[in-house]
């Protein structure tokens, strides 16, 4: 049975969204998409060791991020527990040395312990509802990375469908607007009616709840900070993205606030970059 790798199933709507709604793929190498895609490698790539370093992707998809990765010199082992995803990554990156992947669940990985310089979670934590469930992905991430490595966990920010439904015009919609409304007070979000665009069930993460998840399982941040910024809610950037130094002022807008904690929740992801090692002389 799909999801059965763990206590818990992966409940069927996250599955069927995946397989037969989302393209992965597509989401970050079209227009304004790339921003995440972009923001994503320099976050990863500024805390990354130096050489050649085994990286575990846990909730990889169809190896967006492990096909960079793989370019950049590492070797990249791929978890996700839809096998479509896993088939669709194999087939693009098996011609890689470096490349293995695996259906598997955040939740209860396969890894040894301490075997990888840096783990990727960037997904799962989306689609694990229940805190109890979210730290536990956090310390299998803390189980199976190196004393020194890192832990790169991505979540969606509380009050991102708030955000996308004005500027997109869903908000306007009474059940849209039911829907958010859930969303702000609770972060839980459901899509019962399976309404396309709408996404499926996942959890929207306050900013501070992800830095008290890392500590929860043991784990230091290192840095916390927003990946969009505001460029993702004003689509006629789109335009603006098309042309080189229209990018690169996006970029800048989203550099500048990374790190601010008032705005932090502005941006639709948030990247906690986190590590079992100790500050140097702590
Ligand atoms: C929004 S996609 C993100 C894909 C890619 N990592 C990225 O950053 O663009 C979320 C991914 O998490 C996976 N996922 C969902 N629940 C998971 C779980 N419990 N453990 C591992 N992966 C999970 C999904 O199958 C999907 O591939």
Redesign the pocket.
Known sequence: ML?SM?DKA?PEE??AH?EQE?D?DL??RRGLGEL?LLR?QEIIRRHLPPGSARIL?????SG??AEWLLDDGHSVHL????PR?VEQATQRLGKYDGFSAEV????TLNAANRSYDAV?L???L???TESADRVT?WCEARRVVKGHGVVFG?SITRYAPLFDGLTGGALFDSTFRALTEENLSTGQHRNPTRAPGWFTTAYFHHPDELAEEVAGAGLRVVELVGVEGLAAWVPELAERWKDPEGKETILFAARAIESEPSLRGLSAHLMAVATPGHKHGA
């Open positions: 999801g763990s992966i996250i599955l995946y989302a992965e989401r970050l995440e994503t992707d846990v909730g990889g998809a967006i991020h978890v996700d527990p839809l995803h598997g669940d955040a939740r990727l960037l997904g799962p989306y689609h694990l992905a991505a």
